[in-house]
């Protein structure tokens, strides 16, 4: 896996053994599978990550007791070539509720020869979070940052399929 740190984009990238079909649903469907489980905002324990599968659909975390936090916007939905959401996430990490204060994350999955793919994260536009956006930056680029989910994603999607 290699990430880059550049001005307001964090860049990852990491191959994984599996067709872009199967990468991509993962990625979006599955996304509940492999999130680390300590990175939410939800108050209460969670049930379920879902990912609504459309441009204008969500991405929110849904509590055992049904409360729910929306936390991204699917912005670009094209199967299984490339997403993009929203990180609707301000820097205190609680829901940002201005659409013009959040960063985006594009994922392109990129199909390297039979049966592989590399899955492209990048998240840009991180000045849009306002004054101190580095520290946004600097926590998604962190080893801690996209590093874990995407590793995380790639053990999963190593696991034979159901």
Known sequence: MTTQTANTTVATSI????????????????????WPPGHHLLQG???????EPRQ???????????????WARVLVYEPPNRVVISWDINL????????????????????EGSGRTRVELEHRHLDRH???????RDAVGSPDGW???????AEFVSQPAP
């Open 15 to 34: 191959v994984v053994d599996a067709p872009p079909e199967r990468a991509f649903t993962i990625f979006t469907a599955g996304i509940g599978s492999w």
């Open 92 to 111: 205190a990490w609680q829901i940002e509720t201005d659409p013009e204060k959040a960063s985006e994350i594009e994922v392109r999955f990129v199909a």
């Open 45 to 51: 324990e969670l049930a379920e990550m879902v990912f």
């Open 130 to 136: 306002g004054d101190g956006w580095e520290q946004m």
């Open 56 to 70: 204008g659909g969500h991405v929110y975390d849904r509590g055992v007791d049904g409360s729910e936090c929306h």
């Open 147 to 153: 590093a874990v989910g995407l590793g995380r994603f």
